[in-house]
């Protein structure tokens, strides 16, 4: 037995001697690691301040950027909108259309900061602007990272660390968490993939995040209380959305639309571009010269245009020592960067026959002039043609694998006129050949620009000229009613910035803002013959405004056969 017992004593000690070297070399071997660990670690932490303590010059869109709301240029009706969405005690979610580099970004951070100074206001100091991008802000597919939601890193994935080994799911927020309680901001929204706009919409209807992992197990006790909270009571995400898009409304969901106020910036005037380059040159130290000023407001379509531009020719002047930009540096950069003049339609000098300002929508929230020109031919024996150009012969629907190509309805009002000259003014197209254009190259689509191109057909083949200093726009349908179109805001001011004295829009577009108007008269019509009659001169145009006979004034049925036309010929 004495001996036995020796054996085994031995064979205990030898084990236990075994077990501890064993220990002992991982022991040495997890102290080797962290040394070699944290000399690296060193190694990496020495390039990091090195990288930080390299800076370039702060550019200079970064310097002019915006601080306060009286610094944003020309958006006056865009900021009092958004700041009724985000100022007060119950914000809104919104979404602000308009053009690139016209300050929608700016105006969101400033807007959130004049928020935290409201008493009443939800937002508290440490409120947050999270900026994401639409364009950018992907997602994986197989629910591996989702930047803007959240997603789960699962055990199974490369760096899932102890909790990993130990098969616990591990939450990662995304930018609607860190967004809570401030502002998410999501630029080009409208580039948001479907399935990360679906689960927006969830995110902003429950004001949380709720994620998902086959890996979760809720009577798992390895796994900590707070995986177990956020998995049965969700990440919180009580934000306010502001999304900024280029794009129009039509081309974001509706879904998104009906959850958000829509505020809406429109495109700078070259003044207002002026001004933009005036301070940022101010705050860059550059002396702009007024005829350099001038060509960054021939060719700067929106404020970022005209830092661009202003920050090329200032460093070009640095490179030779000269604070002064001149018109020879700007007009060289102009040059060096193809950039292309303003597109800035005025009304003519004097009035015409068969030309027309008309007035449409080519983006969001930005209206423009548009030329209508109109020549009539006469022709014997009722064999007149009609001929529309410019680019408003056919559009295509579609979607979901279904196209279907149709006339324009621009191309349809024009044929409407033919039935309404005919009936409300007593006048046979047939008898002439009638050539309608819309030249300018800007694609031209919808009814809007139906009373302009009655007036136009009917001023080429009476021969009475038409108010150079009037613009119109309206549907009018084949019963000669003015009828409501969209967009009237921004078209009334594109009238203003084209020189237009007096508009024509349809009766219900009114608004009684347009009476406190100085700059412009906007007059409201219900019928097409009052738009005519407003617009068309006497065939001197120094003689005045065309008189029609009072049948047609009062919007009477038409003339009965062998009466005369407001032409004077015989019908």
């Given amino acids: 037995m004495d001996f036995s017992s020796g054996v085994f004593g031995l064979i205990n000690l030898f084990f236990a001697a075994v077990i501890g070297i064993y220990f002992w070399q991982m022991l040495r071997t997890q102290q080797g690691g962290k040394v070699a ?9 020495e390039k990091l301040r090195k990288l930080r303590s390299i800076s370039l010059t702060e550019p200079l869109s970064e310097k002019t950027r915006p601080n306060s709301l009286k610094e944003i240029i020309g958006q006056e009706e865009g900021l009092r909108a958004l700041r009724a969405a985000l100022c007060g005690p119950n914000p809104q979610h919104v979404i602000i259309y308009g053009p690139p580099g016209v300050g929608k970004t700016a105006a969101a951070r400033v807007v959130l900061e004049e928020a935290k100074r409201n008493p009443s206001s939800p937002f508290k100091q440490w409120a947050k602007f999270v900026e994401v991008d ?54 080009e929204i409208g580039e948001l993939h479907p399935i990360q706009i679906n689960k927006l919409l969830k995110v902003l209807e429950d004001r949380k995040v709720f994620l998902e992992s086959a890996y979760y197990n809720s009577e798992d006790p390895n796994i900590p209380q707070h995986i177990h909270d956020i998995f049965q009571n969700g990440l919180p995400a009580d934000f306010r959305m502001v999304g900024a898009t280029t794009k129009t409304p039509q081309d974001i969901p509706p ?23 005036s301070n940022a040159a101010k705050k860059a130290g550059f ?18 245009d005209a830092v661009n531009i202003l920050q090329i020719a200032g460093g070009s002047c640095m490179s030779v020592g000269d604070s002064v930009i001149s018109r020879k540096d700007v007009e060289w950069v102009v040059s060096a960067g193809q950039y292309s003049p303003r597109y800035e339609p005025r009304i003519p000098s004097k009035p015409q026959i068969g030309y027309v300002n008309g007035l449409a929508i080519h983006g969001p929230n930005m209206g423009s002039l548009i030329e ?31 196209v ?14 033919i039935t ?37 057909i009917y001023s080429a083949i009476t021969e009475h000229a038409v108010d150079n200093r009037l613009a119109m726009t309206g549907e009018v349908s084949i019963l000669g009613e003015v009828r409501p179109v969209g967009g009237i805001a921004p078209k009334v001011e594109a009238a203003v910035q084209s020189g237009v004295e007096r508009v024509i829009i349809p009766k219900d577009n009114w608004q009684e803002a347009f009476m406190d108007r100085k700059d412009i008269k906007v007059l409201p019509v219900s019928r097409i013959e009052e738009a005519v009659k407003i617009a068309v ?35």
């Fill in 134 to 187: 639409g364009a950018t802000s992907r997602f994986d597919d197989r629910g591996i990272a989702d930047p803007l939601i959240g997603s789960v890193h699962d055990p199974i994935y490369q760096g899932a660390g102890a909790m990993g080994i130990a098969g616990i799911p591990q939450p990662k927020p995304g930018a609607v968490t860190r967004a809570h309680g401030g502002i998410l901001f999501i630029d």
């Fill in 255 to 277: 879904a998104v639309r009906s959850r958000c106020i829509e505020v809406f910036f429109r495109a700078l005037t070259d003044e207002e571009v002026g001004i933009i380059a």
């Fill in 420 to 456: 309404i000259l005919k009936r409300f003014f007593s006048i046979h197209p047939e008898n002439y050949d009638i050539h309608v254009n819309f030249p300018g190259g800007l694609a031209l689509d919808g009814p809007s620009a139906g009373i302009a191109i009655v007036t136009a």
């Fill in 37 to 45: 660990v944290d000399r690296e670690s060193r190694k990496e932490m």
């Fill in 372 to 402: 209508i020109e109109a020549v009539a031919i006469p022709v014997q024996g009722g064999t007149g043609k009609l001929v529309t150009t410019g680019l408003v012969d056919e559009e295509e629907l579609g979607g979901q694998g279904r």
């Fill in 404 to 417: 279907v190509k149709r006339k324009s309805m621009a191309r349809g009002s024009v044929e409407n006129v």
């Fill in 287 to 304: 002396r702009l010269e007024d005829e350099a000023l001038n060509v960054i407001k021939k060719y700067a379509a929106n404020g970022r």
């Fill in 537 to 571: 001169l006497d065939r001197d145009p120094t003689l005045g405004f065309l008189e029609f006979p009072s049948a047609i004034a009062s919007s009477s049925p038409p003339l009965s056969v062998g009466a005369k036309s407001v032409t004077g010929r015989p019908i």
